[in-house]
């Protein structure tokens, strides 16, 4: 494929995490997945080495380095040992960055030092068992009762619910007038009416923590509430390239290391005497996805330079998270059917990489909203022939 741009220094940053996950991460991940759940020592042991929250300041314990390339070494290497179900990302660089972009100084002197260090692990409550990608019907609110906000609602799908220490909960601020003001408040563990519900079973992802979180009268002090309390909403759309831009990262990640076990399977199974690479449809098959995810991967890196030069749109975004989850779950499938009856056994990696794969067109917007975005761009007065571009 075509060589990738990474600096010297984040290479090195490559080889240094990559020991990191050799050593801490890998050997846990059976156990985490039987348990459901991710040890909290994971956050607390990257973040003593400095590769949980690479972006904040120095003041706050961080590296001072926005280059989002440093995430995608991060999300590529974790994908690798196959531990993508451990959600340090979504602590780092999905939910993280709210603090930054809409916290006051206070908030992120109180709250990011020890987000860094991964003894505050970090979560964000939008979906409701009947809002998910439509986030306007919304039910959960909050109201201005002076010197506080009272909190009521339900969330769920929420991962890290479990973990969680501080919880980013949207909730409307004011339903009768305006549907579409929304807060977005930081619910501390310990805070009285905030309950957590099941670690919910999944088909895939097992050692994410995924959880209902309950919010009953919970009184959330005016320090902590992220900017204004109605601009909820646009905070979150301000959020939601990067979000896409991170699973399009992880989507990728996990098609490569899909490909390259499905590449060792068939170089070493024998059918009717010769190995199955033998075999002209398994080579017309491999190049097939073999193309698709190298096209892939150069759009994504692409995207990671628009991003860090902050030219990343909404609708370029949702174009790589809608492509490469659909190139990840061709080639798990593709990954199976070539592993034959081995490829359905709980044993064998490409059966986890397929179950796991599945929600990939669903989280952080469905593909078919993808589609729609893209959709009415491509349909809007903003459209741009491209010999124009």
């Not at 709250?111 to 964000?124: D, N, R, S």
């Not at 320090?223 to 390239?241: I, K, R, S």
């Not at 076990?261 to 097939?288: C, D, H, I, W």
């Not at 989850?325 to 034959?340: A, F, I, K, P, T």
């Amino acid at each position: 494929m075509l060589k990738r741009n990474f600096t010297e220094e984040q290479n090195m940053f490559r080889g240094a995490y990559r020991k990191f996950l050799e050593k801490e991460i890998a050997p846990h991940v059976e156990r985490w997945r039987e348990q459901g759940i991710v040890d909290r020592e994971a956050f607390t042991k990257a973040g003593e080495q400095g590769f949980l929250m690479i972006w904040p300041e120095e003041q706050y314990g961080g590296m001072g380095d926005d280059d989002f390339r440093f995430e995608q070494i991060i999300i590529e290497e974790t994908a690798n040992v196959y531990a993508g179900d451990w959600t340090n990302t979504l602590h780092s660089r999905l939910v993280g960055p709210y603090l930054s972009r809409f916290g006051s100084d206070e908030q992120k002197a109180r709250f990011l030092p020890k987000c860094v260090t991964g003894e505050c692990i970090l979560a964000v409550a939008m979906t409701e068992p009947d809002a998910g990608s439509d986030l306007a019907g919304m039910r959960a609110t909050a109201k201005d009762m002076g010197d506080h906000w009272l909190l009521n609602g339900a969330k769920t799908y929420i991962s890290n619910g479990i973990n969680a220490d501080l919880v980013v909960v949207a909730a409307k601020t004011d339903p009768d007038n305006n549907p579409h003001a929304m807060g977005l408040f930081l619910v501390e563990r310990g805070m009285e009416g905030f309950e957590r519900g099941r670690n919910l079973k999944k088909m895939g992802m097992k050692a994410q923590d995924t959880a209902e979180l309950f919010f009953n009268d919970v009184k959330v002090p005016k320090e902590n509430v992220l900017g204004d309390p109605t601009l909820g909403f646009v905070y979150l759309m301000q959020g939601l390239a990067e979000e896409r831009l991170i699973g399009a990262c992880g989507f990728i990640a996990s098609a490569q290391k899909a490909f390259e076990v499905t590449r060792e399977f068939v170089m070493e199974r024998k059918v009717f005497g010769k190995p199955l690479s033998y075999m002209q449809n398994t080579q017309f098959k491999m190049a097939e996805l073999r193309t698709e995810i190298d096209v892939a991967q150069a759009h994504v890196d692409a995207c990671v330079a628009a991003h860090n030069a902050g030219e990343l749109t909404a609708e370029d975004a949702a174009k790589a998270k809608l492509y490469t989850s659909e190139v990840l779950c061709r080639m798990v499938d593709e990954g199976v059917q070539l592993h034959g009856g081995a490829g359905y056994m709980d044993e064998y990696p490409i059966s986890r990489m397929y179950t796991d794969a599945r929600i990939t067109r669903i989280f952080a917007g469905t593909s078919e909203v993808m589609k729609l975005i893209v959709g009415r761009d491509i349909f809007s007065e903003n459209f741009v022939p491209y010999i124009d571009r």
